[in-house]
């Protein structure tokens, strides 16, 4: 499968230029990436794109950065997609929430897509909480993408989700309990090893093919509903 290509159809806004212009009915998919500082939000937006596009290091900005604005074509798709990917904010979820408030405002979110590793110490259950019930009032649906599983022992990456622990729940049952209790909408399990990486070892190079197709996959699956319009917008514009 070929890699996924940048396209110039998308608008140029980023944040700092001039606020978007009415939507017209032809308008990419919005999927926002984010996470908490540190899990590789960028390096899960390169694996996405199929090249490298973003050498941007959100994680290290301060609550003045804004998202930034990654248009992708997607092999097999000819839905217009754009990626968004959310600074961290060195964990200020005041700063975060306006900034996923504003994209909600601006573009009209049609997925979230939460990047974190198997460490407990990266999920973010009060940001996910606060934006499911108070910025998109749960019609976003979110996807949970679980990172750096390169060197995970089973055949596939996807068994880490299933993996047992102890009292009959499984890894991915944890983070759901993690959550309250949240049953996310779809989740992946990748490497986002860069192909430098992993393009001479080859059991790291089908693994890190292996994620963008799945990636791939959840987006076109999770994006096959009708785009959302500003009548489903749950942020009043100013």
Avoid at 15 to 33: D, N, R
Avoid at 53 to 74: F, G, I
Avoid at 102 to 117: G, H, K, S
Wanted: with cysteine; glycine share 8%; net charge neutral.
């Amino acid at each position: 499968m070929e890699a996924g290509c940048l396209s110039s159809w998308c608008p140029s806004h980023d944040g700092t230029g001039p606020p978007s212009q009415p939507l017209t009915g032809k308008e990419p998919y919005v999927v926002v990436i984010f996470g908490h500082t540190g899990v590789g939000v960028s390096s899960l937006v390169n694996l996405i794109a199929g090249t490298p596009v973003s050498d941007y290091h959100p994680d290290s900005q301060t609550c003045t950065n804004k998202s930034k604005r990654h248009p992708v074509n997607l092999p097999g798709s000819e839905k217009q997609i754009c990626l968004f990917e959310v600074p961290g904010f060195r964990g200020d979820a005041r700063c975060f929430l306006h900034e996923i408030r504003r994209l909600e405002r601006e573009e009209v979110i049609d997925l979230f897509i939460y990047c974190l590793r198997k460490q407990k110490s990266t999920v973010i259950p009060h940001i996910v909480r606060r934006i499911t019930q108070d910025v998109t009032g749960g019609e976003v649906p979110v996807a949970a993408v679980v990172t750096e599983l390169e060197k995970f022992e089973g055949s596939s990456m996807e068994e880490w989700w299933t993996t047992s622990l102890e009292k009959g729940k499984t890894n991915g049952n944890t983070l759901e309990s993690m959550h309250d209790g949240m049953v996310f909408d779809a989740h992946a399990c990748v490497t986002t090893l860069p192909r430098k990486d992993t393009d001479l070892v080859e059991p790291l190079r089908k693994r890190r093919e292996q994620s963008e197709e799945v990636v791939w996959r959840l987006i076109m699956e999770q994006c096959a509903r009708a785009k959302r319009t500003r009548s489903h917008c749950a942020v009043p514009s100013h």
